[in-house]
T-cell receptor, first 113, second 111 residues
Framework: DVKVTQSSRYLVKRTGEKVFLECVQDMDHENMFWYRQDPGLGLRLIYFSYDVKMKEKGDIPEGYSVSREKKERFSLILESASTNQTSMYLC????????????FGPGTRLTVT | GDSVTQMEGPVTLSEEAFLTINCTYTATGYPSLFWYVQYPGEGLQLLLKATKADDKGSNKGFEATYRKETTSFHLEKGSVQVSDSAVYFCALGTGGFKTIFGAGTRLFVKA
């Protein structure tokens, strides 16, 4: 069974902390994505990566960075967490020829206080 | 720009009722269209897709037809079950790597 796993289901951090969200997929997919999900707004793309060490900004990259040192792992970094980054964060991956057919992890609900 | 609009929820139905969740889109070119489903406590799963006009996607009793003339991709199911309670997202891919998601429609099915 294919799988995308995220390091935490729930996380509580303080304003100004550096936060790392980890995502691992076991499907050998080239493409990986980070979204945030907020009520009434659907999913918004933060960053994506189509290969190791490659990254592209999505619609809302401000305040975030990413790292992809290995094919199976894609990390989202909040350099200095703020309360407006309280949200559900979803990681996804997809194969190169079916880039819209994405496999999602269960999500990390991050609360910044 | 490209966008997806889907009906606001929540939608509440009794078991065995007919389901329609409306979805319309705005896009240049010829997008691919998708429905994803998110069950409580889980990430999204691809439910069905259609890649060209008049294609019908189907899975688990759900269907949606790609209507280019009305720019729509409405989700239907003839008889819903309690286990169908979830949030449903309409989405489109227009090229590049971006998938554009609708805001989601929550479905509650009562026994």
């Amino acid at each position: 069974d294919v799988k995308v796993t995220q390091s935490s289901r729930y996380l509580v951090k303080r304003t100004g902390e550096k936060v790392f969200l980890e995502c691992v997929q076991d499907m050998d997919h080239e493409n990986m994505f980070w979204y945030r999900q907020d009520p009434g707004l659907g999913l918004r793309l933060i960053y994506f990566s189509y290969d190791v060490k490659m990254k592209e900004k999505g619609d809302i990259p401000e305040g975030y960075s990413v790292s992809r040192e290995k094919k199976e792992r894609f990390s989202l970094i909040l350099e200095s967490a703020s309360t407006n980054q309280t949200s559900m964060y979803l990681c996804a991956s997809s194969p190169p020829l079916e880039k819209y057919e994405q496999y999602f992890g269960p999500g990390t609900r991050l609360t910044v206080t | 720009g490209d966008s997806v609009t889907q009906m606001e929820g929540p939608v509440t139905l009794s078991e065995e009722a007919f389901l329609t969740i409306n979805c319309t889109y705005t896009a240049t070119g010829y997008p691919s269209l998708f429905w994803y489903v998110q069950y409580p406590g889980e990430g999204l799963q691809l439910l069905l897709k259609a890649t060209k006009a008049d294609d019908k996607g189907s899975n688990k009793g759900f269907e949606a037809t790609y209507r280019k003339e009305t720019t729509s991709f409405h989700l239907e199911k003839g008889s819903v079950q309690v286990s169908d309670s979830a949030v449903y997202f309409c989405a489109l891919g227009t090229g590049g790597f971006k998938t554009i998601f609708g805001a989601g429609t929550r479905l509650f099915v009562k026994a």
